[in-house]
């Protein structure tokens, strides 16, 4: 007993010397400091004898010096804080013409953009953006960058500007992870900040790269794991820095949609010793040269706009058409709230999933004394081959089994799809025909709520013959559950069709458990398991929750709101779209979907043969039964749901995905949402709100346009909106 008091006490006496210890500024102040006395890193770590990584480290926040050395590096800032105050260079008050020529002031910013001052600090609070934007006599130029200086005090805790308050989920690092080009000299920078270019980087792609790579740029994206990687920076080519740099307005290859090798461009990159990556150069390339000791990583991404690198499905209609410093908003939201995009935002989303699970990290070697890669604990490490059932048609695992002609049936393949299912209009009842509206549902989020908590293989699968079924390891497995007995005015939870099985048939663990929930008894005749199994996608879901609700609460539609407050906001919101934060929106759903969908990437080009391997089987995010199980969680979830209605008297007449349309007499869903005796949510069932799993309205039509398309063999969940929800990623 007396030992573990002495633990406790060394613990809490650990705490008190941590919290005594000499205070230190926000990190991006440190930088701040040292800039504006002249002083470079190698001197500050020279006198404090210290390496200058370390010294980078304090000013990027990844480390904190520790004594003796922290008393010293206060000392220093506190001093050169004296001699440099931030007041010093706001001159909101100073007079136009005492200012040196060298600061001549910027234009105004727009009326939609933020007000910062001219340290890179942070914005003003959401209450500061109803003040009057800077007047010219307002605006400076600090270390060769155009801002407009804050009316009020900044808040002592660092975020990123973005538009009327916008608040971002990772606070940026120097000047923003991107940059926006539009044909001139300037580059528009994640704080409304307008960086200027050297003289050739408007026209010289070499030079426009090192530039983005080095201290003037000062492009920086922190990594999300402190085993992963920093992200590059990202330039985007609006079509005038395009046509600027030699890039043709459209890529003439349509197939590959990359420039051909003959271009110019690509000979100016290898003259400088650049790389390209497989893809080559397209909507969006990576450029690089290989890490080495002296220069480390170098590498650069590109998104060219006029060539399509950000799809109209996936970031709304005309986001690329959206003035520079707006898009260079937008893309800063998404960046500090997602990732930094990467590519399409499929490609995000599949990116999203290794920056916060990396599969290695460096590790000492006990015996050698030396650094080694190592696995992470919890992470997809390498590729490791699917199960026969989980296989695409195209895999060389389903081509050593099979002829190419064959089709598989249920008991050969695992089949887990979301729902498109429509009821029997036979099946309606008088009562239901009586109904005026047909009123639509959308879950919100509901891949991502499907992958919280979810158990999922981190290796490779074990063949088990007769196995016991055990719903807490993931897998795949063989059994028949034709012999349950389902209500018809549901769709079957077992297959995407919604029909029910007809005989053996191949099922994710989450489908299987389901039915032992419904007290169907389970017993498997062969199966596929991964015993090596961990949540790998936690921090994915938790990552894209965040976003989707601190762009929901900018959007004005927050968490707690009244059920028709929230459908109010909702509605408010379709009437009155954001031109920035509402492709943000798009963008955050578009990462989930597309991102599970990256998991079982198919084989693309004419010039592929089945049965050979692709490239994205090389990948350890390539697992097919991973977007299984959270496919099948989300119909599951679903099903789940739908029962409960059921219980209170409500079936569907269609579902698609996540929307389920419901006969209403009135054209709203709190017109027929069961609620309890206290008036209250129906437990268990579809809830109205902003978080992910709960339910939002979709839409409303008339009952004779509804039976009109059942009648028709049409799926009116796909059409409840009036269009195609298909078309919108919806």
């Not at 549901?490 to 994710?508: N, R």
């Not at 959007?555 to 379709?574: C, D, K, W």
């Not at 309205?697 to 799926?715: F, R």
Request: aromatic share 4%.
């Amino acid at each position: 007993m007396p030992d573990e008091q002495e633990s406790l006490f060394a613990a809490v006496d650990a705490l008190l010397e941590e919290a005594s210890q000499d205070p230190l500024p926000h990190p991006d102040e440190r930088k701040r400091l040292r800039e504006a006395a002249g002083l470079s890193q190698d001197q500050i770590a020279k006198a404090l004898s210290v390496r200058r990584e370390t010294v980078t480290s304090w000013e990027t926040g990844r480390t904190a010096p520790r004594a003796p050395k922290r008393a010293a590096y206060a000392r220093l800032l506190e001093g050169l804080s004296t001699l440099h105050p931030v007041n010093a260079v706001n001159a909101v008050n100073a007079p136009a013409q005492e200012q040196p020529a060298a600061t001549q002031p910027a234009p105004p910013a727009p009326a939609d953009a933020p007000t910062i001052n001219a340290v890179n600090a942070p914005a003003p609070d959401p209450a500061a953006a109803a003040q009057p934007a800077a007047t010219p006599a307002e605006a400076q130029t600090v270390n060769g960058v155009n801002a407009v200086n804050a009316v009020t005090p900044p808040p002592p805790a660092r975020a990123a500007a973005t538009p009327r308050g916008h608040r971002p989920t990772t606070p940026l690092e120097g000047n923003g992870p991107l940059v926006v080009l539009d044909g001139t000299d300037k580059a528009h920078a994640a704080h409304g900040l307008l960086l200027p270019l050297p003289p050739k980087a408007r026209t010289d792609l070499p030079t426009l790269i090192a530039w983005a790579l080095g201290p003037d740029a000062d492009l920086r994206s922190p990594r999300l794991h402190r085993n992963g990687k920093d992200g590059d920076p990202l330039l985007v080519l609006t079509p005038a820095a395009a046509e600027a740099l030699g890039l043709p307005p459209t890529l003439e290859d349509r197939r590959t949609l990359r420039l051909p090798d003959h271009h110019p461009t690509l000979k100016l990159l290898t003259k400088a010793k650049w790389q390209l990556t497989r893809r080559g150069f397209g909507p969006w390339a990576r450029i690089y040269r290989p890490a080495s000791p002296t220069t480390g990583r170098q590498c650069v991404q590109l998104a060219v706009l006029p060539w399509g690198a950000l799809d109209a499905r996936a970031w709304g209609e005309h986001t690329a058409e959206l003035p520079a410093p707006e898009l260079a908003a937008l893309l800063t939201t998404y960046a500090t709230r997602v990732l930094t995009p990467r590519g399409s935002t499929a490609v995000s989303g599949l990116e999203l999933m290794t920056a916060l699970r990396p599969p290695t990290r460096a590790a000492r070697n006990p015996e050698t004394n030396v650094w080694e890669s190592a696995p992470v604990a919890g992470s997809l490490t390498r590729p490791v081959d699917p199960a026969p059932p989980e296989a695409p048609d195209e895999h060389p695992v389903v081509a050593a089994l099979y002829p190419r002609s064959h089709q598989r049936t249920p008991d050969q393949v695992l089949d887990e799809e979301a729902y498109d299912w429509i009821r029997d209009p036979e099946l309606l009842t008088d009562a239901e025909c009586t109904r005026t509206h047909a009123v639509g549902i959308d879950v919100n989020m509901a891949f991502a709520a499907a992958a919280n908590r979810l158990p999922v293989g981190l290796g490779p699968a074990v063949h088990t013959r007769a196995p016991r079924f055990d719903p807490k390891v993931p897998g795949c497995w063989l059994a028949d559950l034709s012999s349950l007995e389902l209500d018809p005015r549901l769709p079957s939870p077992f297959t995407p069709t919604g029909l029910p099985p007809t005989g053996p048939a191949w099922y994710a663990t989450p489908t299987l458990a389901y039915a032992q929930e419904l007290g169907h008894p389970v017993h498997p005749t062969e199966a596929w398991l991964r015993p090596d199994h961990g949540a790998y996608l936690d921090a994915w879901y938790t990552r894209l929750r965040d976003a989707y609700v601190a762009t929901m609460a900018d959007l004005g539609v927050t968490p707690g709101l009244p059920e028709p407050e929230f459908l109010a906001a909702m509605a408010e919101l379709q009437e009155h779209p954001d031109p920035v934060l509402k492709p943000v929106l798009t963008a955050i759903k578009s990462t989930v979907k597309g991102g599970i969908g990256k998991l079982r990437e198919r084989p693309q080009g004419a010039a592929y043969r089945p049965g050979e391997p692709w490239p994205a089987l090389e990948r350890p995010t390539w697992r097919p039964d991973i977007r299984a199980a959270v496919i099948s969680t989300a119909r599951v979830n679903m099903h789940r749901k739908m029962v409960r209605l059921a219980a209170a008297g409500l079936h569907p007449i269609a579902v698609l995905s996540d929307c389920a349309v419901y006969l209403s007499d009135g054209p709203g869903p709190l017109d027929f949402l069961p609620r309890t005796p206290e008036g209250k949510p129906l437990p268990g069932g579809f809830r109205l709100g902003v978080s992910p799993g709960m339910v939002k309205h979709e839409g409303t039509q008339s009952l004779l346009w509804a039976v009109e398309m059942l009648d028709q063999g049409l799926n009116p969940a796909r059409h409840i909106k009036g269009h195609d929800a298909a078309a919108d990623g919806e």
